[in-house]
Protein backbone atom coordinates (compact mmCIF):
# COMPACT_ATOMS: atom_id res chain seq x y z
CA UNK A 1 0.00 0.00 0.00
CA UNK A 2 1.00 3.60 -0.92
CA UNK A 3 2.55 5.38 2.55
CA UNK A 4 1.97 8.77 2.93
CA UNK A 5 4.02 11.13 5.26
CA UNK A 6 3.45 14.28 6.37
CA UNK A 7 5.72 16.59 7.95
CA UNK A 8 6.06 18.32 10.04
CA UNK A 9 4.01 16.76 12.58
CA UNK A 10 3.32 19.39 14.73
CA UNK A 11 3.12 23.25 13.33
CA UNK A 12 3.05 26.14 15.95
CA UNK A 13 1.96 29.76 14.27
CA UNK A 14 0.27 32.45 15.12
CA UNK A 15 -3.15 34.07 13.03
CA UNK A 16 -2.11 35.81 10.22
CA UNK A 17 0.96 33.61 9.57
CA UNK A 18 1.50 31.57 6.42
CA UNK A 19 1.42 27.49 6.91
CA UNK A 20 2.66 25.23 4.71
CA UNK A 21 2.63 21.69 4.80
CA UNK A 22 3.62 18.90 3.58
CA UNK A 23 3.16 15.21 2.04
CA UNK A 24 5.05 13.23 0.67
CA UNK A 25 4.06 9.62 -1.06
CA UNK A 26 5.79 6.20 -1.69
CA UNK A 27 5.22 6.10 -4.69
CA UNK A 28 3.70 8.43 -7.59
CA UNK A 29 -0.17 9.05 -7.13
CA UNK A 30 0.38 11.48 -9.79
CA UNK A 31 -2.54 13.99 -8.86
CA UNK A 32 -4.51 11.87 -7.02
CA UNK A 33 -4.24 13.67 -3.59
CA UNK A 34 -6.75 15.12 -1.23
CA UNK A 35 -6.31 17.44 1.84
CA UNK A 36 -8.75 17.53 5.33
CA UNK A 37 -9.36 19.36 7.91
CA UNK A 38 -10.03 17.73 11.39
CA UNK A 39 -11.36 19.51 14.18
CA UNK A 40 -12.10 17.52 17.76
CA UNK A 41 -15.46 16.45 17.97
CA UNK A 42 -16.01 17.16 14.34
CA UNK A 43 -16.03 15.04 11.32
CA UNK A 44 -13.33 15.89 8.79
CA UNK A 45 -13.92 18.15 6.46
CA UNK A 46 -12.52 18.10 2.24
CA UNK A 47 -10.73 20.88 1.72
CA UNK A 48 -9.13 19.83 -1.51
CA UNK A 49 -9.14 16.99 -4.31
CA UNK A 50 -7.13 16.13 -7.13
CA UNK A 51 -4.14 18.14 -5.32
CA UNK A 52 -5.26 21.59 -6.28
CA UNK A 53 -8.88 21.45 -6.51
CA UNK A 54 -11.02 23.35 -4.17
CA UNK A 55 -14.16 21.40 -2.16
CA UNK A 56 -17.54 23.37 -2.41
CA UNK A 57 -17.01 26.33 0.46
CA UNK A 58 -13.82 25.67 0.78
CA UNK A 59 -11.95 29.76 0.98
CA UNK A 60 -9.38 31.02 -1.57
CA UNK A 61 -6.84 30.72 1.49
CA UNK A 62 -6.34 27.15 1.02
CA UNK A 63 -4.01 25.75 -1.98
CA UNK A 64 -2.86 22.68 -2.68
CA UNK A 65 0.29 21.90 -4.53
CA UNK A 66 1.97 19.12 -6.06
CA UNK A 67 2.26 16.29 -8.22
CA UNK A 68 3.74 12.47 -8.49
CA UNK A 69 5.36 12.16 -4.57
CA UNK A 70 5.69 15.51 -2.91
CA UNK A 71 2.35 17.81 -2.26
CA UNK A 72 2.16 21.08 -0.20
CA UNK A 73 -1.20 22.54 1.22
CA UNK A 74 -0.42 26.29 1.89
CA UNK A 75 -2.76 28.63 4.20
CA UNK A 76 -1.73 32.02 3.23
CA UNK A 77 -3.14 33.50 6.20
CA UNK A 78 -4.23 31.72 9.01
CA UNK A 79 -7.62 32.65 10.35
CA UNK A 80 -8.65 31.03 14.33
CA UNK A 81 -11.21 28.55 12.80
CA UNK A 82 -7.99 27.00 10.85
CA UNK A 83 -5.77 25.58 13.73
CA UNK A 84 -6.88 21.82 13.54
CA UNK A 85 -5.45 18.51 12.24
CA UNK A 86 -4.78 18.09 8.70
CA UNK A 87 -4.44 14.73 6.92
CA UNK A 88 -3.75 13.78 3.28
CA UNK A 89 -4.91 10.94 1.46
CA UNK A 90 -4.43 9.41 -1.62
CA UNK A 91 -6.83 7.48 -4.15
CA UNK A 92 -4.37 6.08 -6.95
CA UNK A 93 -4.21 2.36 -4.97
CA UNK A 94 -6.32 0.12 -3.02
CA UNK A 95 -6.21 0.51 -0.11
CA UNK A 96 -7.70 4.30 -0.07
CA UNK A 97 -4.78 5.48 2.86
CA UNK A 98 -4.16 8.82 4.70
CA UNK A 99 -1.01 10.62 6.32
CA UNK A 100 -0.43 10.49 9.90
CA UNK A 101 -1.87 14.13 10.42
CA UNK A 102 -0.18 17.74 10.45
CA UNK A 103 -1.54 19.50 13.57
CA UNK A 104 -1.41 23.20 13.26
CA UNK A 105 -0.91 24.82 16.74
CA UNK A 106 -1.52 28.23 18.13
CA UNK A 107 1.73 29.74 18.64
CA UNK B 1 -27.91 19.85 1.15
CA UNK B 2 -26.31 16.98 1.91
CA UNK B 3 -26.26 15.47 5.28
CA UNK B 4 -24.92 12.07 6.81
CA UNK B 5 -26.41 10.91 10.76
CA UNK B 6 -24.82 8.36 12.43
CA UNK B 7 -26.50 6.17 15.10
CA UNK B 8 -25.31 3.21 16.95
CA UNK B 9 -21.95 2.72 18.35
CA UNK B 10 -21.02 1.83 22.43
CA UNK B 11 -19.22 -0.51 24.78
CA UNK B 12 -19.19 -4.01 23.54
CA UNK B 13 -17.17 -7.38 25.01
CA UNK B 14 -14.49 -8.97 22.30
CA UNK B 15 -15.97 -11.28 20.28
CA UNK B 16 -19.22 -9.09 20.30
CA UNK B 17 -21.22 -7.98 17.36
CA UNK B 18 -22.57 -4.52 16.60
CA UNK B 19 -24.39 -2.64 13.85
CA UNK B 20 -23.91 1.30 12.72
CA UNK B 21 -26.10 3.19 10.98
CA UNK B 22 -25.37 6.35 8.62
CA UNK B 23 -29.14 7.99 7.43
CA UNK B 24 -28.58 10.11 4.25
CA UNK B 25 -30.72 13.00 3.34
CA UNK B 26 -30.09 15.20 0.25
CA UNK B 27 -28.94 12.49 -1.88
CA UNK B 28 -29.67 8.97 -2.74
CA UNK B 29 -26.86 6.18 -0.83
CA UNK B 30 -27.65 4.19 -3.54
CA UNK B 31 -26.45 6.38 -6.58
CA UNK B 32 -23.70 6.90 -4.90
CA UNK B 33 -19.91 4.99 -3.74
CA UNK B 34 -20.52 4.88 0.43
CA UNK B 35 -17.43 4.15 2.77
CA UNK B 36 -16.46 4.06 6.21
CA UNK B 37 -13.55 5.41 7.91
CA UNK B 38 -12.24 4.94 11.34
CA UNK B 39 -10.31 6.86 13.41
CA UNK B 40 -8.71 4.69 16.21
CA UNK B 41 -7.64 6.30 19.34
CA UNK B 42 -4.43 8.41 18.90
CA UNK B 43 -3.89 7.46 15.28
CA UNK B 44 -5.12 8.33 11.98
CA UNK B 45 -7.81 7.68 9.87
CA UNK B 46 -7.97 3.94 8.26
CA UNK B 47 -10.77 3.42 5.56
CA UNK B 48 -12.39 0.31 6.57
CA UNK B 49 -14.88 -0.48 3.44
CA UNK B 50 -16.74 0.83 0.63
CA UNK B 51 -20.16 0.13 -1.60
CA UNK B 52 -20.54 0.80 -5.03
CA UNK B 53 -23.66 2.38 -6.17
CA UNK B 54 -26.16 0.33 -8.31
CA UNK B 55 -28.04 -2.49 -7.85
CA UNK B 56 -25.03 -5.02 -7.41
CA UNK B 57 -23.57 -3.16 -4.97
CA UNK B 58 -20.11 -4.53 -4.85
CA UNK B 59 -18.36 -4.22 -1.78
CA UNK B 60 -15.03 -4.08 -0.27
CA UNK B 61 -13.05 -3.97 2.92
CA UNK B 62 -9.62 -3.36 4.65
CA UNK B 63 -7.62 -6.64 5.55
CA UNK B 64 -8.21 -6.24 8.71
CA UNK B 65 -12.13 -6.45 8.94
CA UNK B 66 -12.31 -8.88 5.97
CA UNK B 67 -14.31 -11.43 7.23
CA UNK B 68 -15.87 -10.03 10.04
CA UNK B 69 -17.26 -6.52 8.78
CA UNK B 70 -20.23 -6.18 6.44
CA UNK B 71 -21.78 -3.20 4.36
CA UNK B 72 -24.57 -2.48 3.45
CA UNK B 73 -27.38 -0.36 2.86
CA UNK B 74 -31.53 0.00 2.54
CA UNK B 75 -32.27 1.90 -0.55
CA UNK B 76 -36.26 2.83 1.49
CA UNK B 77 -34.54 4.19 4.18
CA UNK B 78 -31.46 5.32 2.54
CA UNK B 79 -29.32 4.54 5.00
CA UNK B 80 -26.02 2.47 5.06
CA UNK B 81 -24.77 0.11 7.60
CA UNK B 82 -22.13 -1.39 9.00
CA UNK B 83 -22.09 -5.15 10.37
CA UNK B 84 -19.40 -5.65 12.91
CA UNK B 85 -18.77 -9.22 13.89
CA UNK B 86 -16.03 -11.01 16.14
CA UNK B 87 -14.97 -7.71 17.37
CA UNK B 88 -11.12 -7.16 18.70
CA UNK B 89 -10.23 -4.18 21.18
CA UNK B 90 -7.89 -3.05 18.11
CA UNK B 91 -11.65 -2.32 15.94
CA UNK B 92 -11.62 0.34 19.49
CA UNK B 93 -12.02 3.43 17.05
CA UNK B 94 -14.54 6.50 16.08
CA UNK B 95 -16.54 4.96 13.10
CA UNK B 96 -17.47 7.73 10.28
CA UNK B 97 -19.14 7.21 7.30
CA UNK B 98 -18.68 9.14 4.14
CA UNK B 99 -19.98 9.48 0.54
CA UNK B 100 -16.99 8.49 -1.41
CA UNK B 101 -17.08 10.80 -4.61
CA UNK B 102 -14.35 12.07 -7.44
CA UNK B 103 -15.25 15.03 -8.86
CA UNK B 104 -14.09 14.52 -12.08
CA UNK B 105 -14.68 10.76 -12.53
CA UNK B 106 -17.38 8.14 -12.27
CA UNK B 107 -14.58 6.49 -9.14
CA UNK B 108 -14.37 6.57 -6.00
CA UNK B 109 -12.17 8.92 -5.04
CA UNK B 110 -12.78 11.55 -1.62
CA UNK B 111 -14.88 11.77 1.28
CA UNK B 112 -17.28 14.52 1.08
CA UNK B 113 -19.04 14.33 3.40
CA UNK B 114 -18.82 12.87 6.33
CA UNK B 115 -21.24 11.77 9.52
CA UNK B 116 -20.22 13.33 12.94
CA UNK B 117 -18.68 9.54 13.60
CA UNK B 118 -19.83 7.09 16.58
CA UNK B 119 -17.79 5.45 19.59
CA UNK B 120 -17.01 1.46 19.15
CA UNK B 121 -15.31 0.71 22.19
CA UNK B 122 -14.49 -3.01 22.23
CA UNK B 123 -13.36 -4.36 25.84
CA UNK B 124 -14.24 -6.81 28.55
Known amino acids: EIVLTQSPATLSLSPGERATLSCRAS??????LGWYQHKPGQPPRLLIY???SRATGIPARFDGSGSGTDFTLTISSLEPEDFAVYYC?????????FGQGTTVEIK | EVHLLQSGGGLIQPGGSLILSCAAS????????MSWVRQAPGKGLQWVSIIYYGNVGSTYYADSVKGRFTISRDTSRNTLFLHMNNLRADDTAVYYCARDIDYSSSSPGWFDPWGQGTQVTVSS
Open chain 2, 26 to 33: GFSVSSNY
Open chain 1, 89 to 97: QQRTNWPRT
Open chain 1, 50 to 52: DAS
Open chain 1, 27 to 32: QSVGTY
